[in-house]
């Protein structure tokens, strides 16, 4: 390995610089990767115009968290990961032995550690997730498809705890590339799906995968549910993590449905619904943040078994020189997620 290399580093809101630094050297069960491709993420816009993120430490500090890439080098008990393999990292990974942990409530885990540094020449992946959240790639998976691991793990666990059925009626309401998976996921479970959100050009790829029908919320989406339906859908996933959106969401369901809260709003924000309508029209609300490590490997399955539309939800590649176009072309809504290769001009 060289000794330095080019890393975005983010100093505070708006601020983010490309700079030469040092290579890292591998920790006791860590593992060093050359990045392969990196992917951006709204989460990593978000963070990047606030400046901050619970789980990102002192700035500056390393940035992007959905990578996969090649092992270059192993720490000391590693046995299990060797120098050549590619491999697809989560961003996180539980302890297993805390009280959320026992009960198998892993995105709650006192101790989940995080992984940063995505967008760089080469990452080291903490010694947690090489234990349980470290995959190999196969040969016919592309970089940037395996990096879809992260948020699609998240998206299938939004899907478990919406307890769907075959013939399940759902409204997604979000069309960005975690919207997107939601309605594919429930459409590959045998769902009725529509999608809501107020960009053609998002409503135009929804059709591309094939939900049922889309819907612009600056419309009367009810009505158009209820003229589809007879009803409002069964299920409903907030998608944009806007509180506005969060109680659109607790009003298009049916009496009885299950609404699911997947789109995380600033901190420190807060929602109002309708008591009489939760209470008796007995409707579910629940928040879903994360993923747990079984779904990592269902989602590397999924991207495998090439049941997953990665076409429609990478919408470009970028070098690293130019991360902050890919974050103005996100912003803009001019694509999904970008694919970030750290090793052209």
């Known amino acids: 390995m060289p000794e330095r290399m080019l890393a975005a580093r983010l100093y505070g809101p708006g601020d983010l610089r490309l700079e030469e630094i040092l290579v890292p050297e591998p920790g006791p069960g860590e593992v060093i990767l050359r990045v392969e491709r990196a992917l951006t993420c709204g989460t990593d816009v978000k ?47 539980p302890c297993g032995a805390c009280r959320f942990c026992d009960r198998g409530e892993f995105s709650l885990c006192l101790n989940l550690t995080f992984f940063f540094g995505a967008f760089a020449q080469y990452a080291r992946i903490p010694a947690p997730i090489v234990r349980v959240n470290l995959y190999p790639i196969p040969d016919h998976l592309s970089g940037a498809a395996a990096a879809l691991v992260e948020p699609l793990a998240c998206a299938l666990r939004g899907i478990e705890a919406a307890e769907m059925e075959p013939g ?22 045998g769902a009725w799906v529509a999608l809501s959100d107020p960009h053609p050009e998002r409503r135009e790829t929804a059709r591309a995968i094939g939900v049922d029908l889309t819907l612009d919320p600056r419309e009367d989406i009810h009505a158009a549910l209820q003229q589809a339906l007879g009803e409002l859908p069964d299920i409903v996933f907030e998608a944009v993590g806007r509180v506005e959106v969060w109680e659109a969401a607790a009003d298009a369901v049916r009496p009885g449905g299950r609404v699911i809260l997947f789109g995380g709003c600033p901190i420190g924000t807060r929602a109002a619904f309708d008591t009489a309508r939760l209470h008796y029209q007995e409707l ?36 690293l020189l130019r991360l902050l176009e890919a974050f103005e072309r996100m912003e803009r809504r001019e694509g999904f997620k970008f694919a970030i290769n750290p090793w052209v001009d």
């Open 47 to 93: 963070i990047f115009r606030r400046g901050r993120h619970p789980a990102l430490g002192p700035l500056p500090s390393l940035f992007g968290h959905e990578v996969a890439g090649e092992i270059v080098a192993v720490g000391e008990g590693v046995w299990n990961f060797r120098p050549g393999m590619r491999v697809v990292a989560a961003n996180s990974a």
């Open 284 to 319: 579910t609300l629940r928040g879903v943040f994360h993923h747990h490590p079984r779904f990592v490997g269902a989602a590397l399955n999924l991207l495998a078994a090439g049941r997953i539309p990665v076409e429609h939800l990478i919408s470009g590649e970028f070098p």
């Open 168 to 189: 399940s009626t759902v409204l997604v309401m979000g069309g960005g590339a975690l919207g997107l998976m939601l309605a594919h996921l429930a459409k590959s479970r």
